[in-house]
């Protein structure tokens, strides 16, 4: 595959409607590899901003519009559901029609379906525009890692991606600490407006500068079946994830879907053996280095995600920070991955992704560790140190990996390598919530009753210590009104103690896992089809 050619819109033969530049001046932007990674990463700033953003709004949406903690959580749940669900076909669809027209269908339907939520009245209309915002996001993501796979030639593009990742990581980190001075200082609606405006000026760069890069072999068709049988298996598998808390992992409902997953992945792989274009040829997974991407994506959005999402609640309910404050202390997470991420990619480009993916996968196991030693009363210095440690880890793993996984596609697959690339992220990190999650559940309950008596506090009813169970997983003392100043503290002082033990031993598996990250970062190399995209004449 190496070698490939490609038809872009300023070449003989480009397929698909073209929209020629208006004047000398577009023609010389148009395609220009800068400024089409500008061009991207406005439209992935925006969706990237949109995953954490949006979780500070949620407790004014439910007080305005007196929705229940339910439909709160479907909030997140139907953007995140419709994300992953969409990502490797919404690939293909940008390797069908090019990622250009893409890119800008993504950009423009996810600016449009935030104006309308911010515009709603009523609880099921954001979430039913929150289905919208997550099906052109997944039409905009992989698009992005396709333009960019097109336009760079191989020696500057793990530079390219380099930065790109850094936008990701500076823009998920810094959601929540926007959304808190947005909420706080305007009002719910803010969050979702702020994204009409990016995401107009990411369609008008777009028009300008965007080239539609396609291979000469591109696909011609649709698998639909192959669409039916993997749409339905990502959902009851990401379904499993987000019900697992609340249904039990023992629970038959669980299982059932993870068996229905499965039972849909086997028949989807046979079918995708029989079809003459498939959606995603399986001897792609015969690059031994690709799948090691994969795996590797999803074990690190296992112990990132996993991790960090108990990190905020205990800055929240165990330091009692404001949203805000705690977006704050993250920042050296956020300032280690902005200035990693391209320092991550020029490294990657001099000595190859191994090196560089196995020592960052190292440093957040160190990290992970590190933070499994935090105390309720732990200094602020002390977080800052791991933090920033876990931020200089992930930068070179964001970059490498992407890398390694686009970069072994052949070009005509690159949408469909940037779809595996983010839908393997999403589900990573839904399994570590849910995994990470279940190990805190287990300690906390194993260890409150304990911990209440042997405090001297009165005994708790088998429903009270399930109710005080959920709260301290979160952080939060379960302290009833009118209890005595003395007992509150007693109480306050248990709940802290016991999630920090649940948060100790979940942040330990996490470092567990990262550790095993190492192993398969060593299977990966350089990708062997990078240049097959390079973007030659336009630098």
């Given amino acids: 595959m190496t070698g490939q050619t490609t038809i872009d819109e300023a070449g003989p033969g480009g397929a698909g409607p073209q929209a020629p530049p208006s004047s000398p001046a577009a023609a010389g932007l148009r395609g220009h590899p800068w400024l089409t990674l500008i061009t991207v990463a406005v439209g992935v700033m925006m969706v990237a901003l949109d995953g954490t953003i949006v979780a500070i709004a949620n407790p004014a949406i439910r007080d305005h519009l007196h929705a229940t903690f339910a439909d709160v959580q479907w909030i997140t749940n139907a953007y995140f559901l419709a994300l992953a669900v969409t990502l490797i076909t919404a690939g ?40 919208f915002q997550g099906l052109f996001g ?35 980190a810094g959601g929540p600490i926007l959304g808190g001075v947005l909420v706080q200082h305007v009002n719910w609606q803010s969050v979702f407006f702020i994204n009409v405006p990016v ?48 249904w039990g992992w023992g629970n038959g409902r669980t299982w059932l879907f993870v068996a229905a997953s499965v039972v849909l992945f086997v028949l989807f792989a046979l079918w995708e ?58 920042l050296p997470l956020t300032g280690m991955m902005i200035v990693g991420s391209p320092l991550a990619g020029a490294a990657i480009t001099k000595l190859g992704p191994r090196i560089p993916l196995a020592g960052g ?24 140190l791991w933090f920033a440690l876990l931020g200089l880890g992930l930068a070179p793993v964001m970059v490498g990996a992407t890398e390694v996984i686009v970069g072994n ?16 992220m999403q589900i990573g990190g839904s399994l570590g919530t849910a995994v990470l999650g279940a190990v805190m559940a287990s300690k ?88 097959a995209g390079a973007g030659v004449g336009h630098i």
């Fill in 92 to 131: 293909k669809l940008g390797d069908r029609f090019g990622h250009r027209q893409t890119f800008l269908v993504g950009v423009t339907g996810f600016a449009a379906a935030s104006g309308a939520i911010g515009l709603s009245n009523s609880i099921v209309a954001v979430i039913t525009f929150r289905v």
């Fill in 138 to 172: 997944a039409l905009l993501m992989p698009a992005a890692l396709g333009l960019l796979r097109a336009t760079f030639p191989a020696e500057k593009l793990n530079m390219a991606i380099g930065i790109w990742g850094m936008v990701i990581g500076a823009s998920t």
């Fill in 199 to 246: 995401g107009a000026l990411a369609l008008l760069l777009g028009l300008l500068i965007l080239r539609d890069h396609r291979a000469e072999n591109a696909p011609r068709s649709f698998d639909l079946l192959g669409i039916a049988l993997l749409s339905g298996a990502m959902f009851c598998l990401v379904w499993a994830l987000i019900k697992a808390p609340a």
């Fill in 273 to 330: 053996n029989r079809v003459a274009e498939p959606l995603i040829p399986l001897g792609l997974f015969r690059s031994v280095p690709l799948s090691a991407g994969v795996v590797l994506m999803v074990l690190m959005a296992i112990a990132f995600m996993g991790g960090l999402f108990f990190v905020t609640f205990y800055l929240q309910n165990v330091h009692g920070m404001t949203p805000v404050g705690a977006g704050l202390h993250l």
């Fill in 361 to 384: 996968m190292a440093a957040t196991a160190i990290a992970m560790y590190g933070m499994s030693t935090l105390k309720e009363g732990t200094g602020s210095g002390v977080m800052s």
């Fill in 409 to 424: 596609a052949p070009m005509e697959l690159s949408g469909v390598a940037g779809g595996l690339q983010q839908a393997a």
């Fill in 444 to 531: 906390v309950d194993g260890d409150l009753p304990g911990n209440w008596k042997a405090a001297g506090l009165p005994p708790l009813t088998p429903d009270q210590l399930d109710k005080a169970s959920e709260a301290v997983q979160v952080g939060v003392a379960p302290v009833p009104k009118g209890v005595p100043e003395q007992i509150a503290a007693k109480i306050t002082e248990v709940a802290h103690h016991t999630f920090v033990s649940g948060m100790s031993l979940a942040s330990l598996v996490a470092a567990g896992v990262a550790a095993v990250a190492i192993l398969v970062a060593l299977l990966t190399k350089r990708g062997e089809n990078a240049e």
